[in-house]
């Protein structure tokens, strides 16, 4: 079954920037995803909450890695015209 999303916002709240490296630490990232289109509207919500010097959400540990990698995709610029070979 395809599912398509019609809205998926992502609003990360980001930390202090060091002075030295320009490193970023994300604090907190809450993702909305919603449907509205053929069948049941649904709205889903994932709270990933940083505690010490690991991430959480629903109480289970996410790699670093993992935030590193959507950090990264999400200031990678704009693809002007999508196809199958850029995406």
């Given at each position: 079954?395809?599912?398509?999303?019609?809205?998926?916002?992502?609003?990360?709240?980001?930390?202090?920037?060091?002075?030295?490296?320009?490193?970023?630490?994300?604090?907190?990232?809450?993702?909305?995803?919603?449907w509205g289109?053929?069948?049941?509207?649904?709205?889903?919500?994932?709270?990933?909450?940083?505690?010490?010097?690991?991430?959480?959400?629903?109480?289970?540990?996410i790699d670093?890695?993992?935030?590193?990698?959507?950090?990264?995709?999400?200031?990678?610029?704009?693809?002007?015209?999508?196809?199958?070979?850029?995406?």
């Amino acid at each position: 079954m395809k599912i398509t999303i019609l809205g998926l916002f992502l609003l990360c709240y980001c930390g202090v920037f060091s002075a030295f490296g320009q490193q970023r630490q994300i604090d907190n990232i809450d993702i909305t995803s919603t449907w509205g289109g053929l069948g049941q509207p649904q709205k889903g919500q994932l709270s990933i909450v940083r505690k010490a010097s690991e991430y959480r959400a629903d109480g289970k540990r996410i790699d670093a890695s993992k935030i590193d990698s959507l950090v990264k995709a999400l200031e990678e610029p704009d693809i002007a015209k999508p196809n199958l070979d850029n995406l």
